[in-house]
DNA sequence: GTGGTCTAGACCACC
DNA sequence: GTGGTCTAGACCACA
């Protein structure tokens, strides 16, 4: 079944999101081969155009190279998806501190409690 | 203006959040009035009973009561609303761990990179 | 405004527990003057007829009595109204029964239950 | 056949009263499937929105569970059937003390005039 | 087929 | 005007 789009959001970008994190959680590995537009188009029920430039931004990003006839695989450059990983990442650290503080968190709150938690965490994975 | 909505997620869970976290921060202090059942339709560009719908959820958790022929209005037991934003608070910390985890950090990762973009941010105010 | 009634039961019948309810429990006072069949059945927003038949059956049961031009008025007879006021209470105690046994008590418990909350009654009686 | 409803009390309250009545008394068993939404709506000519919001308060509650596409079922939480119960018979004692006060006994003689029926009761129940 | 959500529009009681 | 209830009928996801 297809994803879902949040509306409001241009959904080549949504689209984009949902490759990269595929790239950086390692879903999809370095030198694989992408499934081809209209497949992919397809799969998200998406227009081809939009599949399209999802794609060509992955691919200026430099996390997709395309071979001619053979298709688009995932950049083989480690070191380009490690700096996406902290990109996205940087992301959910900034929207994570917005949302603490709209929520009255002060940074050593937000932090404090983040710290609780993981150690709770621990004491349950312990138990295990 | 209309907000817009996520799809697959029920509009009334996500009227209930929106009002919630607007309770939580303040922007709507115990005591005061909501808009009309009808009028929050409007503004939210959603059905009445969708928005009768929230409300009364609300209500049920304690958050709002309503006054026959007045209006609703915000809570003023403020223990109650600190526990909402504690809960808040909670799944904004599960979600940001689960995200960073999908990212591939460790919790020690996780914690450092927030550690280390909150210094940023305080250098940054300083010099303001 | 007008009472309600229930469905699925004869309205006069409702009519009659209704004034029989206000002899009994004194709001109504012996050979004290009821409204006219006109007042009544427009009081409880009903037809004349319906209002005239409760008012002849309760004259039957001897209730309610009848001068010829001056109107229907409140027996004096004391007995009556006490018996009235037994049966009503044999109707209710009939009822509670019932409604006990439905829920699966005993005759034991339900007995006990009454007691207890009875007995809570009167200590928070004593409080005040 | 349909059952009839009080006017003046909402009919999603009724259904909900209803359907707890024949859960605690047992008429309905843990873990015993209920009707469809639209099924219970057709039984008791009520508009299928009636009845599913009867239902998910019951559900609210923890009296039933859903299963997606199989069905609402009965709880199997014995001590919430229990917790309810006694809810319920709380509520018939308090109101059959209210309504024997209305007909103007005491404490004393509406728990004597409860006994006395009992007995009565068992005495007939010897006969047989 | 199931539960769940949503809209459109009506009616009511309260004041 | 307010909140509250109800109906009629639609659409969706799940399996």
Redo the contacts between chains.
Sequence with gaps: MAE?????IPIYLQLIESVK?KI???ELSPGQRLPSVRDLAQTYEVNPNTAQRALAELEREGLVYSERTAGRFITNDGGLIEMT?TE???E???N??T??Q????T?EQ??Q???Q??KK??RQDERK
């Excluded at 879902?4 to 409001?8: A, C, D, E, L, T």
């Excluded at 709209?102 to 968190?105: E, I, K, M």
Aim: aromatic share 8%; glycine share 6%; proline share 3%.
């Design positions: 879902v789009f949040h509306p409001n994190r950086v959680s390692g990983r996205l990442a940087k959910q650290i900034e994570f501190i949302e603490m709209r929520l009255g968190f940074n937000l932090l409690e983040l710290e938690k993981l965490e621990e």
